[in-house]
T-cell receptor, first 111, second 116 residues
Framework: QKEVEQDPGPLSVPEGAIVSLNCTYS??????FMWYRQYSRKGPELLMY????GNKEDGRFTAQVDKSSKYISLFIRDSQPSDSATYLC???????????FGGGTRLMVKP | GAVVSQHPSRVICKSGTSVKIECRSL??????MFWYRQFPKQSLMLMAT?????????EQGVEKDKFLINHASLTLSTLTVTSAHPEDSSFYIC????????????FGSGTRLTVV
């Protein structure tokens, strides 16, 4: 079993839909949780960065962390075709330590 | 926000030659840098972790003598692929962190290496 599990998709939604992306993990030592967006042949771009449990909102993006369930989510409101990309969850136990990535979910938002 | 610059973005080299990839943190001091390799439609695979002024720590299965990593300053790390072969063709990405919880991890734009 992988340390971080993420559904690879692809996830196809119509423009304007609310998108829900999720990851589960097994290591209870993880405290820092990140979501990255990666366009084809580009480096990952940090979208959300949260510490411990709770919610964090930034524009159309909301990140949720439930450490008791070892489950994290990223919600995208009013999805746009430009949101079409691969979304990677990542986490670490301490700031500055190596990240453990999920396998990525490919999202396609259709006009 | 934190910016990491990676160069070159694309490189084609002949088999047997060496290629150097640079990763620079532009507006913060990167105490730790990470080098990843990514195959098509797959997630990032960590190759090594480097701390400024120290030898890099390589992941299991990564050849230290083939993938030379130098982290000589708090803003620059380099990855040199020595005696490159076609199987080394891949997308290489660096990441840097200042170590504090407010920095997160910033990635470079990646380097697509093609060995012919």
């Amino acid at each position: 079993q992988k340390e971080v599990e993420q559904d690879p998709g692809p996830l196809s939604v119509p423009e304007g839909a609310i998108v829900s992306l999720n990851c589960t993990y097994s290591n209870s030592a993880f405290q820092y949780f990140m979501w990255y967006r990666q366009y084809s042949r580009k480096g990952p771009e940090l979208l959300m960065y949260t510490y411990s449990s709770g919610n964090k909102e930034d524009g159309r993006f909301t990140a949720q962390v439930d450490k008791s369930s070892k489950y994290i989510s990223l919600f995208i409101r009013d999805s746009q075709p430009s949101d079409s990309a691969t979304y990677l969850c990542a986490m670490s136990g301490n700031a500055g330590n190596m990240l453990t990535f999920g396998g990525g979910t490919r999202l396609m938002v259709k006009p | 926000g934190a910016v990491v610059s990676q160069h070159p973005s694309r490189v084609i080299c002949k088999s047997g030659t060496s290629v150097k990839i640079e990763c620079r943190s532009l507006d913060f001091q990167a105490t730790t840098m990470f080098w990843y390799r990514q195959f098509p439609k797959q997630s990032l695979m960590l190759m090594a972790t480097s701390n400024e002024g120290s030898k890099a720590t390589y992941e299991q299965g990564v050849e230290k003598d083939k993938f030379l990593i130098n982290h000589a300053s708090l803003t620059l790390s380099t990855l040199t692929v020595t005696s490159a072969h076609p199987e080394d063709s891949s997308f290489y990405i660096c990441s840097a962190t200042g170590g504090g919880s407010s920095y997160g991890y910033t990635f470079g734009s990646g380097t697509r290496l093609t060995v012919v």
